[in-house]
């Protein structure tokens, strides 16, 4: 399979985006912000996230499945914790108040806990610790999602991707983790499916519950709602320890769907559309000591395993975050690859909302 | 390989080990905490972790490599944090404190996050947890441990088996998780060693940074400090989230080792023995909303799990925590089962106290 890309500039496409969500009527801060978390996943190499998802929203604003003017809204209050009920609103919109909120609170107590209810789709988890990053916290975030994963010895999808997303300022690039409970994220099996490749033994599950190597089967079960789905990392049964891979997807659903007061996994798909649950924590992390021998010690401690002894034919040994900071140089440089497609669709979104694409571009 | 075992009743296996710590000088206090968690392992069916370990401690006790009185201080305080240096004392004893103190912290704002460094092995993980459920708060504990698992793409041992804890109450059984982020502890591939067995793919690699199925060899590098050493959970490279379990591993090095300004996996073995770093949080999770409604919620998710359908041949689907129940309920009634191995080296520590063993158990 072939994919053809063009290269389009980051500022360019980030006012195009921002612009976009506003002729649908939302705020100018409140549009900077979807276009914020949605570049920033194409930044970072995460294209699945990225831009080709606007002729989604494009789609489901038209239709008025979205209200631009929600206001989520803070329901639960304390010095440490709050609770936001979205309401429905975009979650990007959610998500960023949440973590400022916990940002705010970490400021005055040294830790803030938001739990979000009532939400939807927000984006990479990834993008929300960096709000904290930026203020020197560690921050912490975590998502449910539909259910599309299986817990271990079943065949019902129960759980979804739920990622834990991490952040820990370091010198010279912070360690930041982003990743799905399960073994991969449903848009990896796309990839499989749209090159037609047997999947990996162990990702995923038919709708037998026996294990699978046809992607685009359990894509279509997964699509009708029949049993069959992803597998928890760690993968089949135990013995590789997917029940750890599943635990982690309980805690996810646990810190979200629970302490929310909201939906966990099995039942965030309702008949208005998705209510998505998510949690945010910001740690100052001196509350634990002195933030420059910490960050130091982080720094060195991510020094080191970089440096450590590498497998026969591996030329280096990553920490997180460093592919996804390259990325993002890399992009700012050379513009965001967006496919073919997705470029023909930010032209016909464009047309239709009368902005002049090409404009940004020049 | 056939394993005999004798059946002691807890009472009385409980009473031994507090007197066998009494014996070596710790207060009847601190001696019943550190039974407590070596039982608890047992009753757990942890078995690596119980009163199997009695002997190591008997002898450094004797070689006087721990001492009885070394008190953990509190070295930074703040109304949701402290520090704790914990001064080479038992693990067991900085634990508990620890979890206390963050218990304490969050009965006042909600949540308690407790970092303690220079601390030694301190059993199960899970235990701590354990005492923020009997208090109705959500716990959660991390620990660093000498390194034994290597980077993805590496070769070289870095990080410890980084286990991750995290107790929610809920009914009839809470959730209670405690695994390490290596695909196996070590105490498993003991066990296909001592059988003669080759290893599961992908659980560790050879001091070539190959994938062995060699346990004896894998065991026999790491005791020397060769090169080679566990597999992340997820498994070898990227295909199947080794990175995932890698940075997870990281996660509870940056929680512990960072956080406590203490050592890092990496660091922790040194001339006078292990500088272990721990972490622990409790969350009253009534700072998110009405305890009962949420609990009820948490055991409803459990229990959706539990029921969900099966895979083929799966005569169940279990959440953490039921298995360590069901097994302490079996042993409580019947006896700690204890290898023949174990039982004469509970026996020869005794005459050594002048201890009279098989009085306890009368």
New interface residues.
């Given amino acids: 399979m072939i994919l053809l890309y063009e290269y389009l500039p980051y500022p360019g496409l980030q006012r195009y985006a921002q612009d976009m969500f506003q002729s649908h009527g939302f705020s100018p801060q409140n549009s900077a912000v979807i276009a914020d978390v949605l570049l920033c996943a194409d930044l970072f190499g995460i294209e699945s996230h990225g831009v080709q998802r606007l002729i989604r929203y494009h789609k489901s604003l038209k239709n008025r499945e979205v209200d631009p003017d929600t206001r989520p809204e803070v329901v639960?209050d304390?010095?440490?914790?709050a609770?936001i009920d979205a309401r429905r609103a975009m979650g990007q919109i959610a998500g960023v108040q949440a973590m400022r909120l916990a940002i705010e609170k970490a400021r005055v107590?040294?830790?803030g806990?938001v739990?979000v209810r009532n939400s939807t789709h927000y984006g990479i988890a990834g993008y929300y610790p960096l709000l904290a990053l930026e203020e020197d916290m560690?921050g912490i975030c975590l998502t449910n999602s539909e259910s599309i994963a299986?817990?271990?010895?079943?065949?019902?999808p129960?759980?979804g991707t739920n990622p834990?997303a991490?952040a820990?300022p370091a010198d010279p690039v912070p360690?930041w983790?982003d990743?799905?409970t399960t073994?991969?994220p449903l848009g990896k099996m796309e990839v499989y499916q749209k090159q037609n490749h047997p999947l990996?033994r162990?990702?995923a599950?038919g709708a037998?519950?026996?294990e699978t190597r046809d992607a685009a089967a359990v894509i279509s079960n997964i699509r009708a709602g029949r049993?069959g789905g992803l597998l928890p990392?760690?993968?089949l049964g135990e013995?590789?320890?997917g029940?750890?891979?599943y635990?982690?997807g309980?805690?996810v659903?646990?810190c979200t769907?629970?302490?929310?007061?909201g939906c966990?996994s099995?039942h965030l798909k309702q008949a208005d559309g998705e209510h998505t649950s998510h949690f945010f924590a910001a740690?100052d992390?001196g509350?634990?000591?002195?933030k420059a021998?910490?960050r130091a010690?982080?720094s060195q401690?991510?020094d080191?395993?970089r440096h450590?002894?590498?497998?026969?034919g591996?030329p280096?040994?990553?920490?997180?975050g460093e592919k996804a900071w390259a990325s993002r140089q890399e992009k700012l440089r050379d513009g965001i690859p967006v496919q073919q497609r997705t470029a023909a669709e930010l032209r016909l979104i464009a047309g239709e909302l009368r902005l002049d694409f090409d404009a940004y571009f020049q």
């Fill in positions: 639960w304390t010095p440490v914790s609770v107590t040294g830790i806990m739990a560690l299986v817990p271990t010895f079943g065949a019902q129960m759980l834990i991490f820990m360690f983790y990743a799905a073994v991969v990996p162990e990702w599950v037998d519950g026996a049993p990392l760690g993968g013995e590789h320890g029940h750890k891979g635990g982690l309980i805690i659903d646990i769907g629970i302490l929310s007061g966990t099995p740690v992390y509350i634990f000591g002195d021998t910490q010690h982080a401690l991510l080191e395993l450590s002894a590498k497998a026969p591996q280096r040994i990553y920490t997180h």
